[in-house]
């Protein structure tokens, strides 16, 4: 069974910084893409950043130069670093897992950025 289960997510001041987790378990972590993506209320489902299983990292404009994502093979996590936190980086964030036959999402994590 394939598990992707996102952490690190809080309420957090505007200029503030936020580490994101996601833990995987049922696949062969090593041969995915890793991404982030968030959602807003009212709104769709957007990228925010991707790692390769090359480890290449591709980011959204709006996080580009604030956000900085990680992977770890050996534990079998992908991170997200957030920094200099705005109130319209709030949303659920989630984890995705991605190969060439199939695609597996988390359940998300909140993060609030509000003074």
């Known amino acids: 069974q394939v598990q992707l289960v996102e952490s690190g997510g809080d309420l957090v001041q505007p200029g503030g910084s936020l580490r994101l987790s996601c833990a995987s378990s049922?696949?062969?972590?090593?041969?995915?893409?890793m991404a982030w993506y968030r959602q807003a209320p009212g709104q769709q489902r957007e990228f925010v950043a991707m790692?390769?299983?090359?480890?290449?990292?591709t980011y959204a404009d709006s996080v580009k130069g604030r956000f900085s994502i990680s992977r770890d093979n050996a534990k079998n996590m992908v991170s997200l670093q957030m920094n200099s936190l705005k109130p319209e980086d709030t949303a659920v964030y989630y984890c995705?897992?991605?190969?060439?036959?199939?695609?597996?999402w988390g359940q998300g994590t909140q993060v609030t950025v509000s003074s």
């Open positions: 790692i390769t299983n090359t480890a290449r990292t």
């Open positions: 995705k897992a991605i190969s060439l036959s199939r695609v597996f």
């Open positions: 049922g696949i062969i972590f090593r041969v995915y893409d």
